[in-house]
């Protein structure tokens, strides 16, 4: 028996670039012949255009979103001797970063719905932290699958406690809350460029914004050596730099994003509309976020047989993520948690699954997920 021929990929980062081929061709042959590959007016440039795009003071480029989280946590002087609190339902990368700087993980659950930090469990344990760990300097919660954490409380507690939020942006470029993109609204934000995202390069990348220009000073210092004039490091430094290529590539795919995220929206509209009657519930929006689907997710407690009937039409889907970080084998057994064990965030790992999501979807592509949801 042959396996089906999967005619609608879930993610297809190749289709992004045949899409704008001639202008990304033409920056890279650019970037070439300048004879400068890191940290030249490309970068500079596309530092200079996303800051503007997503109106913070600053940007920084650096190697990669992971790479964000630490040069932040490193900018703010968090490393051993403090507690960062986060979500266990995210891409690994956030929980690897706080440790990559020697911090302490606390991993709180999510709200059932929305699958992003649970503020009340926040507040909790800002209020009440688990005993024998060290104070708690900073939150990284994570706006998830193209949507707006709950941050009003969070900010409001973080405050209170004198802890600083590192937003973790890396699923949401351009979403909104309030009115508001997300990543102006915390003391500075983190974004991974990586091939899939609604931004991404054509290789490794990321971005941090921030509207405190010493803290954006000391982080594009750190990113390379620490250095302030060159080959003097006035700060214990790393090598986390954008290259130009990327640089290059990221200012032609920049002018594409805004459209990108409409396309987003309009595919996530149809099948919201084929779901419509169906025992799976569209993706759930809070009134105040404006969701830019990074990812349109659902969820089946019967997730393998929904999966391989869509698979069966030729629909490719994934899974975002299946196992909590909490339950992974590097961290199971010996990464702290809020009061409620991370309950939630376990149930949730077990019922996800994400649809084709990509702006290169073809009508025809849309219409073929949509009759195919019409059918479960």
Aim: with cysteine.
């Amino acid at each position: 028996m042959n396996a089906t021929t999967i005619t609608v990929p879930q993610a297809d980062p190749g289709a992004g670039y045949r899409a704008q081929k001639a202008e990304i061709d033409a920056a890279v042959a650019r970037a070439l012949a300048s004879g400068w590959y890191i940290l030249g007016k490309e970068g500079e440039a596309f530092e200079r255009e996303y800051a503007t795009w997503q109106g913070a003071a600053r940007a920084i480029g650096c190697a990669n979103g992971t790479d964000a989280l630490t040069l932040a946590m490193r900018g703010l002087g968090i490393g051993p001797g403090a507690t960062v609190v986060t979500v266990s339902h995210t891409a690994v990368a956030t929980v690897a970063a706080i440790e990559m700087v020697g911090a302490t993980p606390l991993l709180v659950d999510i709200d059932p719905d929305t699958y992003t930090m649970d503020p009340d469990e926040l507040v909790a344990v800002l209020e009440d932290p688990p005993p024998g760990l060290p104070p708690i300097r900073a939150i990284i919660p994570v706006h998830l699958y193209g949507q707006a954490c709950d941050l009003a409380p969070m900010l409001k507690a973080a405050a209170a406690h004198g802890v600083a939020v590192i937003e973790d942006c890396s699923q949401a470029h351009g979403a909104t809350l309030g009115g508001t993109k997300v990543g102006n609204l915390g003391r500075v934000a983190c974004y991974s460029l990586y091939p899939t995202k609604n931004l991404g390069a054509l290789g490794d990348a990321g971005v941090l914004t921030t509207d405190d220009a010493d803290l954006a000073d000391r982080i594009g210092a750190i990113r390379q050596y620490g250095w302030k004039e060159r080959y003097i490091s006035s700060d214990v430094g790393v090598n986390s730099r954008l290259d130009e290529l990327q640089a290059a590539i990221l200012r032609v795919k920049l002018t594409a994003l805004d459209a990108g995220i409409a396309r987003r929206q309009a595919i996530a509209a149809a099948y919201d509309a084929a779901l419509s009657g169906s025992s799976l519930a569209p993706p759930a929006r809070r009134a105040d976020a404006g969701h830019v689907f990074h990812q349109y997710v659902l969820r089946a407690p019967d997730r393998a047989a929904v999966m391989a009937r869509l698979r069966a039409e030729g629909i490719a889907t994934a899974i975002h993520y299946p196992q909590p970080v909490h339950l992974q084998p590097a961290y199971a057994g010996r990464t702290p948690l809020g009061p409620a064990g991370c309950a939630e965030t376990a149930r949730a790992a077990g019922e996800v699954m994400s649809l084709p999501m990509f702006p290169e979807l073809t009508d025809a592509q849309v219409e073929q997920v949509c009759g195919a949801l019409r059918r479960l």
